[in-house]
């Protein structure tokens, strides 16, 4: 397919708290303006969660009510989600979309999810094998995160390499995968031209302007009931080592409520988890990528993201 007959998607990406709903829902409406029907499709690896709504950002239901979304709230946080399911889904989701002559726009800061749809990406199919996920977290849990680091570096440098050292979940997934193909995770990351062209936006802050953003916004979550949130969770079943929890914050929660940390510490906890997911975020969307065009207001983002989209 020639790369000019291909349609747009766009992507809005970048860091926690950088206003990617708000500037998702805004070209919504400035395409509606110039005749143009748009759908979002979530790129956030935790608002694909039942339940966990406050502490992931998820859209309130007015602006869930604004365009259709799709892959929102769409698992139990005890089923788990593998990036090859997202992938199936939204694609099949992007295909609808243009199908019914709509824009699709991508949107989240989950940059497996991003770029995986972006470049194309093949993620293996490989089934959880609870036995072999048990036994890697037992290990971490007893020797430290670096452990299976270590051992990914030795059995997949490539792979290692863009993995944070600190994600158990990924990293537990990528050593998953080797023992069960017998392959290096890396190799099995084939890339498909994809059938749209992408155009990457994302809203820039600096780093000190960033974390206030993500301070406030973590006390607005507190007020508006995340602890309770988390307290329906637990009382559901699900327990903190789930990967779900791994959503900053969930945790840290979980630590107040069994009485082994105060609500001060929980709070303080959270912000700072909530720093370190921007900064791995940061890597995936560094201020250098020239894939992505920059912008330092929303308004300036939503006027390219209508250029790129509207006859």
């Given at each position: ?9 766009l ?16 070209i ?14 979530n ?51 992007i295909?609808?979309?243009?199908a ?5 726009i ?8 991003a770029?995986g ?5 093949q ?21 430290g ?61 600096s ?38 929890f ?11 409520l ?9 709070t303080?906890?959270?912000k700072?988890?909530?720093h370190?997911l ?8 560094p ?5 992505v ?19």
């Amino acid at each position: 397919m020639n790369l000019s007959s291909k349609p747009s998607v766009l992507f809005v990406v970048g860091q926690t708290a950088s206003g990617k709903t708000s500037a998702s829902l805004a070209i919504v409406d400035a395409l509606n303006r110039c005749g143009r029907a748009a759908e979002i499709v979530n790129a956030d690896s935790r608002q694909v969660y039942r339940g966990m709504s406050i502490g992931t950002a998820k859209p309130t239901s007015d602006e869930l009510s604004h365009a259709p979304h799709h892959l929102i709230g769409i698992v139990d946080p005890i089923d788990g989600f593998s990036l090859a399911t997202f992938l199936l889904l939204a694609r099949a989701s992007i295909k609808d979309i243009l199908a019914r002559g709509a824009t699709p726009i991508v949107v989240g800061g989950t940059g497996q999810y991003a770029w995986g749809l972006a470049e194309g990406w093949q993620a293996p199919e490989v089934p959880p094998n609870a036995a072999i996920r048990a036994r890697l977290g037992a290990e971490a849990a007893e020797f430290g995160d670096r452990v299976l680091y270590q051992r990914l570096q030795k059995a997949d440098p490539e792979g290692a390499a863009l993995i944070d050292s600190r994600n158990i979940r990924r990293l537990v997934r990528a050593l998953e995968v080797i023992e069960v193909t017998g392959k290096p995770f890396s190799e099995q990351r084939t890339k498909e031209t994809p059938e749209f062209t992408p155009r990457m936006l994302a809203l820039a802050f600096s780093r000190s302007d960033l974390y206030s953003r993500i301070d406030a916004r973590v006390e607005a979550m507190l007020a508006a009931g995340w602890v309770h949130e988390v307290e329906l969770l637990l009382a559901a079943g699900n327990t903190p080592d789930l990967s779900a929890f791994s959503s900053a914050g969930y945790r840290e929660i979980a630590q107040h409520l069994s009485g082994d940390i105060t609500m001060e510490e929980a709070t303080t906890k959270a912000k700072t988890a909530t720093h370190r997911l921007a900064r791995a975020q940061a890597n995936w969307f560094p201020a250098t990528e020239d894939r992505v065009s920059w912008f330092s207001a929303q308004h300036d983002l939503v006027v390219e993201a209508v250029r790129a989209s509207c006859p």
